[in-house]
């Protein structure tokens, strides 16, 4: 991202003009597997058509949200195996309210994701199996989201570096971008 960014290749989410380099935003703290805590500086870029500011976050970490994509995502699978927000933040050390708040968007969501990942699947597999569906809307999303990463990782082998959330929040967002008002 950073090379993209220096190399004028990122364009603006708004009006599609060159985004330039424009310092850091503030560093946060993210939780990723097993306790560990990764340290995140995003690199904050600034448009040079419109103006807007745009803080670019590597794939690790989703837009307001204190842990790492794989934990979230892990969070979900679990839930999606029909495990309740207690056991599934017991399982993972993390908050109640915490996890209950990504399910419950996820939920929200749930039909959307499904609907996107089951388009990319058929976009991308040769001879696309489609997930049996499994009941709940959440279990058919994130069920979806991993029939669309394997398509993904068997059409273009890079994509294997990618883990299924870090794929499906890259896919989810449309991009790295997360846009921040401009200062008034
Ligand atoms: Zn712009």
Known sequence: ????????????????AVLTPWGHGRSREVRGEFGARLFVCPRRSRCS???ITHVLLPETIW?????A?????????????????????????????TVRGWIRRFKGRSEDVRRYFTVALVALAD????????GTPLAEAVSAVAAAHRAAA?????????????FAGRAITGGVLTCSLPAS
Do not use: F, Y
């Not at 001879?127 to 499994?134: E, I, L």
């Open 1 to 16: 991202m950073e090379r993209q960014l220096q190399a004028a290749q990122l364009n603006c989410p708004s009006c599609n």
């Open 49 to 51: 058509g419109c103006g």
């Open 63 to 67: 837009p307001r949200r204190a842990d």
């Open 69 to 97: 994509a794989e934990v979230i995502g892990a969070g979900l699978e679990i839930a999606a195996l029909g495990m309740g927000h207690r056991q599934v933040a017991a399982h993972l050390g993390r908050a109640e309210g």
């Open 127 to 134: 001879d696309p199996v489609m997930p049996d569906p499994s």
């Open 154 to 166: 068997t059409k273009w082998s890079e994509m294997h570096t990618a883990s299924r959330w870090e």
